[in-house]
């Protein structure tokens, strides 16, 4: 039997901790002294590929934003290599973490700046779509909820082994749709924690 | 090394809809949760090193001008993973109210005073022992709105990265033998006792240090184990 250590929700005063910069100037949660640890800007001098910026709002079951939620997302590099031992990453991009963190504001928006994921192997070497997993905190969840990110302007999304498990009608929710005419190009991606078109979400 | 992560061992969990936790109605998801197989994707987790902190990020005490008032206590621990192997170069973040019981957080309304010597927030990484160590001030027990005089029990907050992004953890350390345990909805999110004790520190009078601070161990357990021949099987 495993004795893992319980999940405890991340609470409402968090910030000052694990987000101390906020994610903009006029955030409600404010701007603290403490070192920002992990960004929400994951772009890095020697990363190669597109630069993309995925943004959304969070949304309780009433529709009703999440101004004080936590976002982390983790992805692969351009060339579809996460950055861990594990994966053989080669030069040129070591620097590049494919790790990121963002508070919501106070309209319940997170964002992050960073480089349209490779794709990456999947179950039985069957390639995966590009994607990124994404995970939520926030006071009321008492443990972090995982989801995927999809982009919608992928051929593969037809072929993904996760994202064809997901029953059809539901899989929209995992898409995040390209915005037209932006610049560097934004993916929107609105996460509803229940209700209504609900995100799916992964028990992993 | 190559861990594999059953979600039998998330039974340890708080459900997400907890009601006598109230903000959990509308923040839970309401559909089951889809199971599906742990790919690179979810294996894999970010890694950091000595090279993510500063020396004396775990001081919390030597943050400002002055010290801080308040018991002055070390919390240290070894992050584990599920088979009690220590998880070297783990990121440690840790965030609590002070003494009084009040945040820095702008939101926290708590009518108690802030310190000007204290903020609240420290990290570390572990060593090759999987050993951390804080150096703080004994958070404070303060109100919150859940429901008619509710009081959180004295908590510390942990968030801790292990060998991949399901080892993921966010967590709260409780004092041994506080008298509003019976009393907190969010501790009691985790129904069974035995898990419950696993996120009550101890009373370590080994390495309290004489004449400056009493000491509290906490050790952390992580979702990751080495497969046995029995989870071939398992995808």
């Known amino acids: 039997m495993s004795e893992i250590t319980p999940s405890q929700t991340v609470g409402p005063f968090f910030a000052y901790g694990l987000t101390p910069k906020g994610r903009c100037e006029w ?94 192997p999947g179950p039985k070497g069957k390639p995966q779509a590009p994607h990124i997993v994404v995970c939520i905190f926030s006071r009321g969840m008492l443990r972090q909820i995982y989801t ?51 995100t799916v979400f992964f028990e992993i | 090394m190559s861990l594999i992560y059953p979600t039998k061992s998330l039974e340890a969990y708080p459900k997400h809809l907890s009601p ?12 089951p949760l889809m ?42 621990g070894h992050v584990l993973d599920e088979d009690k192997r220590p998880v070297p170069n783990a990121l440690v973040e840790l965030w609590q109210a002070n003494a009084c019981g009040r945040y820095v957080h702008i939101v926290d309304q708590h009518p108690a005073p802030l310190d000007p010597n204290f903020t609240g927030a420290g990290r570390t ?27 959180r029990p004295n908590h510390i907050h942990f968030s801790v990265f292990g060998h991949s992004f399901l080892s993921r953890l966010v967590t ?22 035995k898990d419950r004790a696993r996120m009550v520190s101890t009373f370590d009078l080994e390495n309290t240090v004489p004449d400056w601070a009493l000491a509290f161990r906490f050790d952390i357990v992580l979702r990751g184990r080495e497969a046995t021949p029995l989870d071939n099987d398992e995808h």
């Not at chain 2, 709260?172 to 006792?193: A, E, K, R």
């Open chain 2, 20 to 31: 006598g936790y109230k903000s959990t109605v509308k923040r839970s998801p309401s559909k």
């Open chain 1, 27 to 120: 955030d409600p949660n404010g701007s603290y002294s403490w070192k920002n640890t992990v960004e929400s800007n994951l772009v890095t001098p020697d990363v190669t590929g597109s630069r993309i910026r995925v943004e959304g709002t969070v949304l309780d079951g009433d529709g009703v934003p999440i101004n004080d939620a936590m976002i982390e997302i983790w992805q692969a590099d351009a060339q579809g290599r996460y950055s861990d031992p594990r994966n053989g990453r080669a030069l040129p991009n070591t620097q590049f973490k494919g790790f990121g963190r963002s508070a919501t504001d106070k309209n319940g928006v997170y964002a992050f700046d960073t480089i349209k994921p490779g794709s990456v």
């Open chain 2, 35 to 76: 199971i599906i197989p742990h790919t690179l994707s979810e294996l894999t987790g970010p890694v950091y090193g000595h090279d993510a902190i500063q020396e004396g990020d775990n001081d919390l005490t030597k943050q400002k001008s002055g010290e801080p008032l308040g018991e002055r206590i070390i919390v240290h």
């Open chain 2, 172 to 193: 709260q350390m409780y004092f041994p033998g506080d008298y509003l345990f019976p009393y907190d909805p969010i501790f009691n999110s985790v129904t069974d006792p």
């Open chain 1, 148 to 198: 995927r990110l999809y982009f919608s302007d992928e051929a593969a999304n037809a072929a993904d082994p996760i994202l064809t498990l997901v029953p059809e009608d539901r899989r929209g929710t995992l898409i995040a749709h390209k915005q037209a005419g932006t610049e560097p190009l934004l993916y929107r991606f609105d996460i509803r924690v229940q209700g209504d078109n609900e």
């Open chain 2, 125 to 151: 990484v572990t060593d090759a022992k999987g050993y951390y160590k804080f150096i703080t001030v004994k958070p404070g027990a303060y109100p919150w709105g859940n429901h008619h005089n509710a009081w």
